[in-house]
């Protein structure tokens, strides 16, 4: 089955430092996938990754960076994290193309708060 | 612009009904409709997911959802929900891009709650 692994599950941060959050994925999927997840809003899309080397931004990149250095891993860094940032965060993989549908395999996410 | 929408935050039933959550998309042009789930706690899991074909597809568990262009809708069913269907239901467009690769858009999410 299809796995995404996040880390860490919970993270603690202050006002100004940075945060990386770290995502792996084990199913040999092009695409990666970052999102948030606040009452009210669902899942919204920062950035994502068509493959290793590439970021693209999503549609609320403002105050996040990605990095893809390989197909299985998929970095979001907070450089200066705001209480603005305090959230569920959800890594995602799925592999698309060709027509076909793009079905995301979810992590189970980082509760992060930046006090 | 692509939007989903959601329009019950909470649906409460009771085991053995019957449900139906509401999903309505706007776009022009092809689209892929697709459900997840989410149990407390948790990432999303996929239920099932349209694109062409009969409007009536079949998912895990029971699910079913059927797609209208009319209606601009893609609603989630289930004919008798049981206590451990209680979770968020998420419906999602996905927009194929130049690259070939599709960019999920999430609705808000109904919380559905199954009473014993």
């Known amino acids: 089955e299809a796995a995404v692994t996040q880390s860490p599950r919970n993270k603690v941060a202050v006002t100004g430092g940075k945060v990386t959050l770290s995502c792996n994925q084990t199913n040999n999927h092009n695409n990666m996938y970052w999102y948030r997840q606040d009452t009210g809003h669902g899942l919204r899309l920062i950035h994502y990754s068509y493959g290793a080397g590439s970021t693209e931004k999503g549609d609320i990149p403002d105050g996040y960076k990605a990095s893809r250095p390989s197909q299985e891993n998929f970095s979001l860094i907070l450089e200066l994290a705001t209480p603005s940032q305090t959230s569920v965060y959800f890594c995602a993989s799925g592999d698309a193309g060709g027509g076909s549908q793009n079905t995301l395999y979810f992590g189970a996410g980082t509760r992060l708060s930046v006090l | 612009t692509q939007t989903v929408s959601q329009s019950d935050a909470h649906v409460t039933v009771f085991e053995g009904d019957s449900v139906e959550l509401r999903c309505n998309y706007s776009?022009?042009?092809?689209?892929?409709l697709s459900w997840y789930i989410q149990h407390h706690g948790r990432g999303l899991q996929f239920l099932l997911k349209?694109?062409?074909?009969?409007?009536v597809v079949q998912g895990v568990n029971g699910f079913e959802a059927e797609f209208s262009k009319s209606d601009s809708s893609f609603h989630l069913r289930k004919a008798s929900v049981h206590w451990s269907d209680s979770a968020v239901y998420f419906c999602a467009a996905s927009l194929m891009n130049q690259g070939g690769s599709a960019k999920l858009i999430f609705g808000e999410g109904t919380k559905l709650t199954v009473s014993s």
């Open positions: 349209y694109y062409s074909g009969n409007p």
């Open positions: 776009y022009g042009g092809s689209i892929y």
